[in-house]
């Protein structure tokens, strides 16, 4: 399974635009990148997944390159409600994720 | 549509004795997957289960064994409490079919060996 290096905090305000970026050199030709949010004391909530380019939902955007060695999740205007830690994983979606691997991730401090 | 439920939710439990979690999985799943997370770490896996049996287990001992009925829902079982057990556990659950792409997770039992 390929590891996924991130930066371990990062500090915003209220109405920026937050990006995370992810590096996994190790990324299998199968892997799909999946990125989790998790508050604490709660499960991790499942926020974006892509294989490659751009995928955008309701809730941010993920760029890839087209080496794929790494990633960014993009966080439009983010509010006090998006403080929390965000996990970067790969893993191979065609043999079913049998399990997931997660970092450390990424604590992000949404101040006013 | 109820989600992943776990229960308890929190439990506290002195070391040597044995614990049992509990999970439902969202309507629909019939994957089950048990994770630990200790304080300021991500999530480690520790074993999965579809079709009532076990299909992957990450690197946990055999104190740790769980099983599937076949409703699919689940139970974690820990025997030999150590203080080092002392996490959230969370139970995620995901969908066969559909390539377990996306992973619903409960809110978690917070177990406490003292």
């Known amino acids: 399974l390929a590891k996924t290096t991130q930066p371990i905090s990062m500090d915003s305000y209220e109405g920026q635009e937050v990006n995370i970026t992810c590096s996994h050199n190790?990324?299998?030709?199968?892997?799909?990148i999946t990125w989790y949010q998790q508050f604490p004391s709660q499960g991790p909530r499942f926020i974006i997944q892509?294989?490659?380019t751009k995928v955008t939902n309701e809730v941010a955007s993920l760029f890839i390159p087209a080496d794929r060695k790494s990633s960014t999740l993009s966080l439009p205007r983010v509010s006090l409600s998006d403080t929390a830690v965000y996990y970067c994983?790969?893993?191979?979606?065609?043999?079913?994720?049998?399990?997931?691997?997660f970092g450390t991730g990424t604590r992000l401090l949404v101040s006013p | 549509d109820a989600g992943v439920t776990q229960s308890p939710t929190h439990l506290i439990k002195t070391r040597g004795q044995q614990v049992t979690l509990r999970c439902s999985p969202k309507?629909?799943?019939?994957?089950v997957s048990w994770y630990q997370q200790a304080l300021g770490q991500g999530p480690q896996f520790i074993f999965q289960?579809?079709?009532?049996?076990?299909?992957q287990r990450g690197n946990f001992p055999d104190r740790f064994s769980g099983h599937q009925f076949p409703n699919y829902s689940s139970e974690l079982n820990v025997n030999a409490l150590l203080l080092g057990d002392s996490a959230l556990y969370l139970c995620?659950?995901?969908?066969?079919?559909?390539?377990?792409?996306?992973?619903?997770f409960g809110q978690g039992t917070r177990l406490t060996v003292v």
């Open positions: 309507s629909g799943h019939d994957t």
């Open positions: 289960y579809y079709e009532e049996e076990e299909r």
């Open positions: 892509g294989y490659k």
């Open positions: 190790n990324i299998a030709t199968n892997d799909y």
């Open positions: 994983l790969v893993g191979d979606r065609n043999t079913g994720f049998q399990k997931l691997v």
């Open positions: 995620a659950s995901s969908s066969k079919g559909q390539g377990n792409t996306e992973a619903f």
